[in-house]
């Protein structure tokens, strides 16, 4: 039987070369495996937080330090077996030196490396070492040799196999991570291994789960292999084969299978199968997987619009309402198990039902796939390719091939993994950012995007869809053309007002957001500018975005005040992100099925920052958050235009139909009922249905103090005639009262006149507090509660209804020009 041991006790790490403050000279700090040398310096107190204010800029010598890790485990050879170092994961230039011998080197931080130790190995007490050389100065050198191709950042992360966004991003800190950031372990092993095992599972027509297992066997002594076989097992069924050679494929039946769907669908059964290597009757090996039947593709037939991409599970066409997924921590051996279903959990509270693991990262754990299997998650996986022309030359075409086959591999038995994705906005970039003149003619990546990756992906994990790129338009068409595949919407943002989303209807939109900084108290713990303000440094360094601040300011002047004071800057850019976001799902998903897809950049941060997240590194929610809840509600009335009229879409996400009368009334902000009809809907199970607006109601006569509220048994919208810039709100129209419930305090809110947007920001005043709801809109004489969950007791539970805590976005009417 395989023998597997893990090393990772009494590691030192060391400086070998480059620049290091003198307090590292010749010094040996404790090193925690996996990790990394950031978190062992900040553990031995030999570096502040690089999160802190501005210490990341102080830390950038670590960019050209060389770093050896050393340890000494024990192990006992038996003569005959096999003997391999297995580390799970190398960050990322690395040389790994067994009792003096070299046993190997690495050069990709996404793939596993194995070396034969046989020859090395002592009885008794090893050293191991393992130094890293800097990734920077490796990629500066291939990018020298290869010559230069663009990339979105300064440094070359398209030279390396290295999580790209460790060298900076437009929402993250350019904190070049090394060491050993993945598993190591000692395996010794005789006769035969399981090198790698694919369950490849679909659903026959007449429900019979299929798992056909594609085992992969190394043999000890592939000169003279071995006689084994494979057994699988799942529910109380066996299957067996003899290997081939080195291989073996073994097909499991499970009649009446029951499905597995996403979240909003069904439930997520699954079932255990273990696949077991043996000789005779002596089990060698052993591989075990949980695995969800169904079958699921992406409709990219041509219709009479151009090419959709709709994503259809066990037959039935899903809406994809999701987010962009970046690495959860900088530092990613921080990122727990328990982290990460926390994080998964608020995108399912929030209503989402697929994450898009984005191409600058990393191949997630297998925790992270295993909770949104649980959940019901689908999982959109790009390869690790993002915004840069991408050389197709050693020394990096093997190790993409390497890594891809691996990955495939690992990841192929997972219900929630839904699309294997080429590439992020290369091909984009090719076509609109000038790469084309500046390349010259060499290589950018192409041949890795339309021939390499999917041939990995038709030989490996033929059940799944692949896409080229995203965005990406089949044929010769341009790349983000709205018709036909799938579209990135970065012009809002960037250069227009968040009104412009309308003007385009994708077939899928895979990335789209709105800036907006983190909850006041991740901003505080990290940020301590005195004053604090949007151009104060610290803040600044914390705000990685090109112009953000100005696009920030830009984005507000149409619609809200741009004030002056911190604390109303920091709410309304936070408010003017909900907002900006919730009108591009609603449109969107007014659109469905011609919109099939809306995934929001982005649901996480990395680092405490002024970003596009719905959920900041200090894992609460901002407003955003809930205005994705609200805008992928499973049911949805939304006021949106219709051939120069506004028309009521009634958007369905559920398996019954939603039908009945929707009353619809134009009422004053003071609450006094103008007008109002009574008009029947239906929309059909997973559809949407349109409602004509009698001109009584949709057309105001003073539309500075007027609103259209349209309610139906299980939905409600509240549509101002105007941006807040031209509606004559009251400043202050909520009166509150706090009274203490078990977990914290109820919050009663009352309004005199139309409050839009209520909130409370009650992180302001106790750092753990959630609260249940927020961006409410009160009409007049309407009261709410709202509970807010902390452990704290506050000496005043009314601060919870004071200003800096209560708000809505009338106040911010207050601010002087």
Not at 591 to 619: F, I
Request: charged share 25%; with cysteine.
């Amino acid at each position: 039987m395989m023998e597997r041991q893990t090393v990772h006790d009494g590691w030192q790490l060391s400086v070998v070369a480059g620049p290091a403050p003198d307090s590292l000279r010749g010094v040996r700090v404790p090193a925690v495996v996996p990790g990394s040398t950031h978190l062992d310096l900040l553990a031995a107190g030999l570096i502040e937080d690089p999160f802190l204010d501005r210490v990341e800029e102080s830390l950038r010598w670590m960019h050209r330090t060389e770093w050896r890790y050393d340890t000494v485990f024990e192990a006992s050879p038996v003569p005959g077996e096999r003997a391999d170092l297995v580390f799970e994961g190398l960050d990322t230039i690395a040389a790994v030196q067994l009792n003096g011998v070299l046993v190997g080197t690495a050069r990709n931080m996404h793939r596993t490396h194995r070396f034969d130790v046989r020859p090395f190995l002592s009885d008794g007490a090893n050293e191991l070492v393992v130094t890293f050389a800097s990734a920077l100065t490796w990629a500066q050198e291939v990018e020298g040799r290869l010559g230069r191709r663009e990339h979105a950042y300064p440094h070359p992360f398209n030279t390396i196999r290295k999580m790209a966004c460790s060298f900076g991003w437009d929402w993250g800190p350019d904190l070049q991570t090394a060491g050993i950031w993945r598993p190591v372990r000692l395996e010794r092993w005789h006769t035969a291994r399981l090198a790698s095992v694919r369950p490849l599972v679909t659903v026959d027509a007449d429900g019979t789960g299929r798992v056909e297992v594609h085992a992969d066997v190394e043999h000890a002594d592939p000169q003279r292999p071995q006689r084994v076989r494979v057994r699988v097992e799942v529910d109380g069924r066996s299957v067996e084969a003899d290997c081939d050679g080195d291989r073996a494929v073994v097909t499991a039946l499970v009649p009446d299978a029951r499905l597995w769907w996403p979240a909003g669908y069904g439930e997520q059964p699954r079932y255990d199968v273990t696949v077991s290597l043996l000789e005779s009757d002596e089990l060698l090996d052993v591989s075990r997987h949980r695995v969800g039947f169904r079958t699921i593709t992406v409709d990219v037939e041509p219709d009479e619009i151009g090419t959709p991409f709709t994503f259809v599970v066990n037959g039935r066409p899903v809406f994809a309402k999701g987010a962009n997924w970046i690495p959860d921590d900088h530092f990613l051996t921080r990122v727990t198990h328990e982290q990460l279903a926390r994080r998964v959990d608020q995108a399912v509270a929030a209503n989402l039902n697929m994450l898009r693991v984005w191409g600058g990262g990393i191949y997630e754990s297998d925790d992270f796939y295993d909770v949104c299997d649980e959940r019901g998650v689908l999982v959109w996986q790009d390869f690790l390719f993002a915004c840069g022309a991408y050389p197709e030359e050693e020394p990096l075409w093997s190790e993409v091939e390497a890594e891809a086959r691996e990955q495939v591999a690992r990841l192929t038995g997972h219900p929630s993994l839904a699309l294997w994705n080429g590439n992020n906005e290369n091909q984009w970039g090719f076509a609109d950012w000038g790469w084309q003149e500046q390349l010259d003619g060499r290589t950018w990546g192409l041949r890795y995007y339309t021939e390499l990756l999917p041939a990995v992906v038709a030989e490996l994990d033929p059940t799944r869809h692949y896409a080229p790129g995203s965005p990406h338009s089949p044929g010769e068409r341009h790349p983000n053309d709205a018709d036909h595949g799938t579209r990135h919407e970065w012009e809002v943002w960037n250069r227009v007002d968040y009104a412009h989303y309308r003007d385009h209807v994708p077939r899928f939109c895979s990335e789209f957001g709105f800036q907006g900084p983190p909850t006041w108290t991740t901003l505080t713990r990290w940020v301590h500018d005195a004053p604090l303000t949007p151009s104060s440094p610290g803040f600044l360094a914390h705000q990685k975005a090109e112009d953000g601040n100005g696009k920030l300011d830009r984005g507000l002047a149409a619609h809200l005040p741009v004030p002056l004071d911190f604390a109303d800057w920091h709410w309304a850019t936070q408010l003017n992100q909900a907002r900006a976001v919730a009108f591009g799902i609603e449109h969107f998903r007014s659109w469905w099925p011609r919109t099939a897809g809306a995934l929001v950049w982005q649901l996480n941060d990395c680092w405490p920052a002024t970003s596009w997240a719905a959920v900041d590194s200090g894992e609460r929610r901002k407003p955003l958050w809930y205005a994705l809840r609200h805008a992928f509600a499973p049911r949805l009335l939304t006021v949106q235009p219709r051939d120069g009229r506004p028309v009521l879409v009634v958007v369905n996400d559920h398996d019954d139909e939603w039908s009945g009368e929707v009353l619809v009334q134009r009422q004053t902000f003071g609450g006094v009922v103008l007008e109002k009809v009574s008009v029947p809907f239906a929309a059909a199970p997973r559809s949407t249905g349109l409602v004509g607006l009698p001109e009584i109601v949709a057309t105001p006569g003073d539309p500075a103090r007027e609103l259209l509220v349209a309610t139906a048994d299980g939905g409600r919208v509240v549509h101002p005639f105007g941006e807040d810039l031209g509606l004559d709100l009251d400043p202050a129209p909520l009166t509150a009262h706090v009274e203490p419930v078990e977990d914290g305090y109820r919050v009663d809110v009352r309004a005199r006149s139309f409050a839009r947007d209520v909130v409370l920001l009650a992180d302001r005043v106790a750092p753990d507090a959630v609260v249940e709801e927020m961006l409410v809109p009160m009409l007049a004489g309407e009261s709410r509660s709202f509970v807010v969950r902390t452990a704290a007791r506050l000496p005043d539970p009314a601060v919870l209804a004071g200003p800096a805590v209560l708000r809505c976005a009338n106040d911010l009417g207050r601010v002087e020009d």
